[in-house]
C-alpha cells in the first residue's frame, strides 16, 4: 500500500527540505574557495539562479 501523506505533512517536509538545503547552501558558499575552483557556466548560473528560486518558494509557503 503506498503512503500518501496528506497536503499539510507534504508542506511541511517541502518547508524542512528548503530550510536544510538554505542553511547548507550558506555553509557552502562560506567554505568554497572560488579562486580555486573547477565550476563551469552551468554551475555557475545553477549556484546563482536556484538558491534564489528556492528561498522565494519557502517564503511564500511559509505566507500560506
Known sequence: M????TVTEQKTALQEAC???LD????????IDFGHSVLNAEALRWM????????????KSKKE
Not at 2 to 5: A, P, S
Not at 49 to 58: D, H, L, W
Open 2 to 5: 503506498l503512503n500518501i501523506k
Open 19 to 21: 530550510r536544510e538545503f
Open 24 to 31: 547548507g547552501w550558506g555553509n557552502f558558499i562560506n567554505c
Open 48 to 59: 546563482n539562479e536556484v538558491p534564489g528560486q528556492i528561498q522565494t518558494a519557502y517564503t
